[in-house]
């Protein structure tokens, strides 16, 4: 089993900055590829960004394509993900997540999920 905790959501103004921490127990992190995903109210779960086990690889939809950036600390056992330029739109509950496979851009290739940080971007 992992354990995910995720951390620094919160309530910012459109164009403002937040960076999102997920601090990973239970097993190796570097065995791990990690995910974010957010989920708004009413809609579906969807990603945000993910990186493989070295970081080599990421992946990031057009609605978050230079406004976000995922990285990791494997020394940390810790994932981030920096938000810049912040809409209304990427109001939702953030997700950190790990996949044992070592990398998918999709939900179904995670394994162990956070509880969620809310992340809140006012106009």
């Known amino acids: 089993q992992v354990q995910l905790v995720e951390s620094g959501g919160g309530l910012v103004q459109a164009g403002g900055s937040l960076r999102l921490s997920c601090a990973a127990s239970?097993?190796?992190?570097?065995?791990?590829?990690m995910g974010w995903f957010r989920q708004a109210t009413g809609k579906e779960r969807v990603t945000v960004a993910t990186?493989?086990?070295?970081?080599?690889?990421?992946y990031y939809p057009d609605s978050v394509k230079g406004r976000f950036t995922i990285s990791r600390d494997n020394a940390k056992n810790t994932v981030y993900l920096q938000m810049n330029s912040l809409k209304p739109d990427d109001t939702a509950v953030y997700y950190c997540?790990?996949?044992?496979?070592?990398?998918?851009?999709?939900?179904?290739?995670?394994?162990?999920w956070g509880q969620g940080t809310q992340v809140t971007v006012s106009s």
């Open positions: 990186i493989s086990r070295s970081g080599g690889n990421r």
């Open positions: 239970g097993r190796t992190f570097s065995d791990y590829g």
């Open positions: 997540a790990a996949s044992y496979s070592g990398w998918s851009s999709r939900i179904s290739g995670y394994d162990y």
